[in-house]
């Protein structure tokens, strides 16, 4: 789906029942316009066939196979180093149609492929059609894929992305910059083995449209989602993935930036490769 936003349920496209996707929920009305409605049911939509797209929320496991940073005098409750800390190796191989992959066949390497195919599904290009069969070609199985694209064409439909403010290509109108990005901020591995892995990416996201006039600005949404990776043909491929909300920190103080500033930070600020 796109943004890293919400994709849920179990029900799946058209009742096949397997993937769901959902764009995230707009914030105030930040741009003096008004805010527009709908928006979640709009993106209840988005549920993809074989795949439930999007967030569970975050638990606590350790990261398996990390070095214990407790001792014997008490720290036996501390959290392990590797739960929280970057490791520094090397998150990917190379790249496929511009999307990571390559990853390493062990728990970080899994980690690394959930984390950047969570970017990837929350980027705008999967707005567009012609981009969006070469994301879900590139980093779901073939069996997965092929139950997703006219599943995910059909929720992508010409009215849903006019709710959006986007054309039928998924353009955004003239002046204004369509926003759709997901950023982890951390990774754990829920179950692990030679063949396949289920890892969760704690995510903030944003979604919206910048510009003067627009009537959804740019909202950040907090969720956390869940894959079912396979290892297929020397890479981590994704075979489902579910989504759910939070879990979201308190709101801070800062002021919400004008939409010429959101635009100037979308055009200037680039995205990261991820690694465990």
């Known amino acids: 789906m796109s943004l890293g936003d919400e994709r849920e349920g179990s029900g799946g496209y058209g ?13 105030g009305d930040a741009y003096g316009g008004t805010r527009r409605g709908g928006r979640s049911s709009s993106r209840s939509l988005v549920t993809v066939v074989g795949v439930v797209v999007l967030l569970i929320a ?3 496991f350790a990261n398996r196979g990390g070095d214990d940073s407790g001792s014997a005098s008490g720290d036996e409750n501390k ?18 149609a511009g999307i990571p992959g390559g990853f390493a066949h062990d ?3 899994a980690q690394s492929a959930a984390a950047n195919y969570a970017v990837t599904l929350g980027s705008t290009g999967m707005f567009n059609q012609e981009s969006r069969h070469s994301i879900v070609e590139t980093i779901y199985t073939s069996t997965a894929a092929a139950k997703l694209q ?3 064409d059909q929720a992508y439909s010409a009215d849903f992305l006019s709710k959006l ?17 997901t950023v982890p901020v951390g990774t754990t591995v829920n179950q692990y083995s030679q063949g396949s892995a289920k890892v969760s990416v704690w995510y903030t996201g944003l979604i919206g449209m910048s510009g003067q006039g627009s009537t959804d600005p740019v909202s950040s949404t907090w969720k956390t989602w869940t894959f079912d990776l396979q290892w297929v043909s020397g890479d981590w491929k994704i075979t489902a993935d579910t989504q ?3 879990p979201a920190p308190v709101p801070g103080d800062d002021r919400a930036a004008s939409s010429d500033e959101i635009s100037k930070a979308i055009e200037e600020y680039g995205g990261f490769t991820y690694a465990r």
């Open 107 to 109: 728990e970080q390497g």
């Open 79 to 96: 959290p392990k180093s590797s739960t929280t800390a970057a490791t520094g190796t090397r998150p990917v191989g190379g790249k496929a």
């Open 58 to 60: 975050a638990i606590a």
């Open 150 to 152: 006219g599943a995910m």
């Open 15 to 27: 009742g096949t029942g397997q993937t769901r996707t959902r764009l995230p929920e707009s914030g």
């Open 244 to 246: 759910k909300d939070g």
């Open 165 to 181: 403010g986007l054309d039928a290509n998924g353009n955004a109108p003239e002046g204004n910059t369509f926003v759709s990005r």
